[in-house]
């Protein structure tokens, strides 16, 4: 499919006989602000090493813009048309920031001057700051810079947000936000960070030991998992056998709270059907989904 | 016009969207003939992902409460004036059933239990017989 900027099949990668990836399925679609999350170790960074070729696979398909990765010179036509903003800051110390720039925008012909001058003047980066005197924030908006200006059709940051203060975390997102809305650019953020996750993504994959478990629209999401609480006028005379999609049962003298994932319907049809129930519907979050997913280790 | 919306409340954020715009049109916050601001606009200032605006004002567009002007953006659709004024006057029917309920002693929450359970009933009445979309 073209509208797919990554995808992959079965993607396969071991460290010293250590499943990273463990047949990693993953389909992101043009245009989206793509939120992957996991744990520490889930297989984010592994993934994001693999797409931009900088890690070799051992089996399954994985595919950026279309071209299958792996390939050297494949790997760098990758690069090319995508931007990538990494945790690991080090970028060249004894470069300033105008340096830094005009080096980079050297092996990109199809710079844009335009973005540049803006982002430069919207990020209030120093042209004459050495880059280790940055802050992080001022450092992570300086690779979007050099990103976004040199045209690129995808944007992967590995936790963009991590080590900023609460104000940076809320500009950082605001500037995602506007790239995305203004030029269109699909982006690809892998996070622990929830509360991020759930305020600007539109898609999201749960990566847990290597494997996804849980993706698609956050919105559908929503929708989809629901939190029943149903109150019985009386004592319950003995368990109810809930149907399918009842994914997690609690039970508290008359209170039963289900975390359904599915069916929800033929569920709250059920609770009704019970002589005195009182049914609620109550939404559930991103972090419930996370912890519920996750939680089985 | 200030939405105000929190991501982590569970619902759906393009609900929440369409939830506050609908209320400010009931409220006439927003008249027939206004224009909205721009998806850009919104998804900067909301923080929000712009494909989740574009689908709130889609979904208000097939409710018939906004309309696209080719070109010029999207405005709250002409004939919504009627139904701000039906609005109005259904708020006042709410607002002496709730002085009842209260009246006789019922909590917040249990007056919110009955209207979901009442409504579940009016739905699940009109949708007799086919259940399985």
Redesign the interface.
């Known amino acids: 499919m073209n509208d797919l900027v990554i995808e992959t099949r079965e993607l396969r990668k071991s460290f010293k006989g250590q499943a990273a990836l463990a047949g990693l399925n993953l389909e992101v679609p043009v245009g989206s602000i793509f939120g992957f999350l996991g744990r520490n170790g889930a297989g984010k960074t592994t993934t994001i090493k693999v797409l931009m070729g900088l890690l070799k696979r051992d089996s399954g398909d994985g595919r950026v813009f279309g071209l299958p990765v792996g390939g050297e010179s494949i790997g760098i036509e990758i690069r090319r048309r995508l931007g990538f903003v990494t945790e690991d800051k080090e970028l060249y110390p004894y470069m300033t920031v105008a340096q830094i720039i005009r080096f980079t925008r050297s092996f990109f012909p199809k710079w844009r001057d335009d973005l540049e001058q803006r982002y430069l003047k919207l990020f209030d980066l120093p042209p004459n700051r050495k880059i280790p005197d940055l802050s992080k924030g001022m450092r992570s908006k300086l690779m979007l810079l050099l990103g976004i200006s040199h045209g690129a059709e995808l944007l992967i940051l590995d936790e963009p947000t991590d080590g900023l203060d609460p104000v940076a975390v809320r500009d950082m997102l605001r500037e995602l936000v506007a790239i995305s809305a203004a030029e269109g650019t699909t982006i690809f953020f892998s996070s622990h960070q929830l509360e991020e996750v759930e305020q600007i993504a539109d898609r999201v994959c749960i990566i847990d030991r290597g494997t996804a478990v849980v993706t698609g629209s956050l919105d559908d999401l929503k929708t989809q998992y629901l939190r029943l609480r149903i109150v019985f006028a009386e004592e319950l005379p003995a368990p109810i056998h809930w149907g399918e999609g009842a994914d997690h049962i609690r039970q508290e003298g008359r209170t039963v709270e289900i975390l359904v994932s599915r069916n929800v319907d033929a569920l709250v049809n059920q609770a009704r059907s019970l002589p005195g129930a009182s049914v609620e519907r109550l939404p559930v979050t991103l972090k419930e989904i996370f912890l519920e997913s996750v939680r089985s280790n | 016009m200030i939405f105000r919306l929190s991501?982590?409340?569970?619902?759906?954020?393009?609900?929440q969207l369409m939830e506050q715009i609908r209320h400010a049109v009931e409220t006439g916050a927003l008249k027939a003939g206004d224009q909205l601001p721009t998806?850009?606009k919104v998804?900067?200032d909301l923080?929000?992902?712009?494909?989740?605006v574009v689908?709130a004002y889609r979904e208000l567009q097939h409710e018939g409460i906004l309309e696209p002007k080719h070109g010029s953006g999207v405005f709250v659709k002409e004939s919504v004036g009627g139904r701000a004024r039906v609005t109005r006057k259904a708020q006042a029917i709410v607002e002496s059933a709730l002085e009842r309920l209260a009246d006789l002693g019922l909590t917040e929450d249990e007056m919110r239990?009955l209207f979901?359970?009442e409504l579940?009933q009016l739905h699940?009445g009109k949708a007799s017989g086919g259940?399985n979309e």
């Open positions: 991501p982590s409340s569970g619902q759906p954020l393009y609900l998806i850009r998804a900067e923080v929000m992902n712009p494909n989740t689908r239990r979901d359970n579940a699940a259940k």
